[in-house]
């Protein structure tokens, strides 16, 4: 993985101690709040519904274990003993008194970490997928470009005040693990015919209160104009993005508005910066700068291609082979898999964990993953660089870990956000959605028989838990004062098993808190009767309609009210 030079150590270190300064200067009252707000949410630090929040930035998933050690060491220092993993490959917490946030910024300094352009109206923390440089479907390991992309966004001074967050995700697969449809830029780096490096540029993607899937801007673009082209279309966007509305704000509005116009008009800016290259001042990427940032994502020392394993006997324990089926990945190497520890355990939010837990994740990855780890968009860690031979002991350590839950892409690995109990912004709690449905599918069997399914909950409207792009999407909405959630079906964020990317579509008015998980058992029992032998949920949705699961749902409804009636 990518270590930070003495340059990016000498940067963070710095931004750190500007932070302590801002910090003292507010707290002695020597700062407003309104200029003190705009440093520290520079920083990645929020004030939410009970505490300061601070956003962590993990580039593109990428994770050391000495990384999460400190990490946990935040967690049982600072905050409440545990942090929240992202669908955008961030660290969250939610309770780190404001005047220790100097320290914690000199302790994430410390082993190469920061906050910075975690929020604000910039280009974001850089995703990518989680199996990025270990896929057995890549082509291209697309993280070279992602932290050429790290290097050339952070703190760039043109784009600091765009009219609002700017998002890119980049993958090297055929299939799409990353979501690019759904964000602001979505890349794709691809060979040509010609066996040429480029990307497939994708624009004006975005959930929120208007879902948009992003278009297809150029095809193929050589890999050494990607940050020129990029620099073009936020040019573009900076200059005729509104900035009166922040609900009309995100380039995806822009884009659908604008149609060809908006193409035309990154095609100008785009040949402008290369037409008028004075000085050699336009960012066209040379091959010794590519091959130089390559280099910190060789092959970790003594990982090579080994003769593969053989398959587990047939006595093996009936729980390591189900979590063969589905916690363990293809690799691109031979003899090697890619693990993924899952974070969603009944008893805790999906997503969260624990300082201890934070510890034993980095010490399973010193054992078999050779100290590197993985966030990924559904908000589980990763193993890259498993052995096939060691996959047994580390089921054991999983197990004893609590990482075993061998549930991954199956109802109970849902993506949530934190909701009602920690953002101001939400209008609904989904931390208890998610805790009340994980109980209510508890059974394994149960589990396997239903069968691929992703389960997205967001608290408001601005979508962090992605639910327009969930199979089954809930969101919380303010309804007289109480909380109340849509049901959305039909929604896919690009994968393979979903088809491509499409945003959900809402089955009818929305249901009490204590309705919901009814709801959910009900929309599961009618997939079970109108599926076909071997269906996906997803692919059923499609074939019969969503008809027979609104009246299933509405039926819970009805069942409520003749209850409450009684």
Known sequence: MYHYNHFDQHFVHQRAAQYRDQLERHLSGRLPEDD???????????????????????????????????LGTIAREYDRGYAHFTTRQNCQFNWIPLDRSADVMDDLANVNMHGIQTSGNCIRNITSDGLAGVAADEDIDPRPYCELLRQWSTLHPEFAFLPRKFKIAVTGATEDRAAIAWHDIGLQVIKNAAGEVGFKVLVGGGMGRTPVIGVTIREFLPWQQILVFIEAIVRVYNRYGRRDNAYKARIKILVKAEGQKFFDA??????NILENDVGGTAHILPASELARVAQGFALPEGVAPVPAAKSPSFDAPQAFGRWLERNVHGHKLSGYRAVTLSLKRAGQAPGDATADQMDAAADIADRFSHG?????HDQNLLLPWVRETELHALWQAAQAAGFATPNIGLLTDMIACPGGDFCALANARSIPIAEEITQRFAEID??????????HISGCINSCGHHHSGHIGILGVDKDGKEWYQISLGGSDGSRISGGSVAGKVIGPSFAADEVT??????IDTYRVQRTADELFIDTVKRVGLDPFKASANAVRRSTALAHSA
């Open 36 to 70: 003190f707000r705009a440093l520290r949410l520079q920083n990645g630090w929020y004030v939410q519904r009970h505490a300061p929040m601070l956003r962590v930035a993990v580039p593109y998933g990428e994770l050391s274990s000495t990384q999460l050690r400190a």
């Open 266 to 271: 990154v095609d100008a800016e785009f040949r």
């Open 372 to 376: 590197e780890l993985r966030v990924t």
């Open 446 to 455: 149960e589990l396997y028989d239903i069968g691929d399914i992703d389960l």
């Open 518 to 523: 009814d709801v959910m058992e009900a929309i």
